[in-house]
T-cell receptor
């Protein structure tokens, strides 16, 4: 399975932007970059995904490097409710493992008031 | 309806019991998944169903038996579990298995085996 590397933890102040990095140097041309987050005692929640171009939605923005070997999830104004574990996942688009969501360790984001 | 509903939310069972976990979605998704999550660990993929057929069994012991009776429903039958099987069991669905689609997760069943 394609691997991603994320920092174990990050801290942010409330109402400030947060940039969560992810390295995926072994990404192949058809792998989608997905981000999910998991709040305490809840199931993972879809945040955003992309292939090559930067993406925006109501929750966050996803900036993808031109060579696609890294990406950054951007929360524009962190709130206390954004404190969660954020997972960056490569979702294969072919082969026997097509579409499987294989979680790595993720980044635990803490938000300070 | 944009949710995946899992029941029960909590389950305590003895090692000789037989129980079932239930997962339901009405989004028309044709791929459904079971994950197991131990405390402070990421979710681990157990089973993948695509168009009601089992696609992947990630070397899961036979005491876990999945079933997909129809496109909206996914069950996980449990029998002769061990205390180390205590975990949060998560169900998810996606439009299909293509990488372009996101997953929707349920909030899980917290299982305790005594």
């Amino acid at each position: 399975d394609a691997k991603t590397t994320q920092p174990n933890s990050m801290e942010s102040n409330e109402e400030e932007p947060v940039h969560l990095p992810c390295n995926h140097s072994t990404i192949s041309g058809t792998d989608y970059i997905h981000w999910y987050r998991q709040l305490p005692s809840q199931g993972p929640e879809y945040v955003i995904h992309g292939l090559t171009s930067n993406v925006n939605n109501r929750m966050a923005s996803l900036a993808i490097a031109e060579d696609r070997k890294s990406s950054t999830l951007i929360l524009h104004r962190a709130t206390l409710r954004d404190a969660a574990v954020y997972y960056c996942i490569l979702r294969l688009n072919y082969g026997g493992s097509q579409g499987n969501l294989i979680f790595g360790k993720g980044t635990k984001l803490s938000v300070k008031p | 309806d944009t949710e995946v509903t899992q029941t029960p939310k909590h389950l305590v069972m003895g090692m000789t019991n037989k129980k079932s976990l239930k997962c339901e979605q009405h989004m028309g998704h044709r791929a459904m998944y079971w994950y197991k999550q131990k405390a402070k660990k990421p979710p681990e993929l157990m089973f993948v169903y695509s168009y009601e057929k089992l696609s992947i069994n990630e070397s899961v012991p036979s005491r876990f038996s999945p079933e997909c009776p129809n496109s909206s429903l996914l069950n996980l039958h449990l029998h002769a579990l061990q205390p180390e099987d205590s975990a949060l069991y998560l169900c998810a669905s996606s439009q299909d298995r293509q990488g372009a689609y996101g997953y929707t997760f349920g909030s899980g069943t917290r299982l305790t085996v005594v």
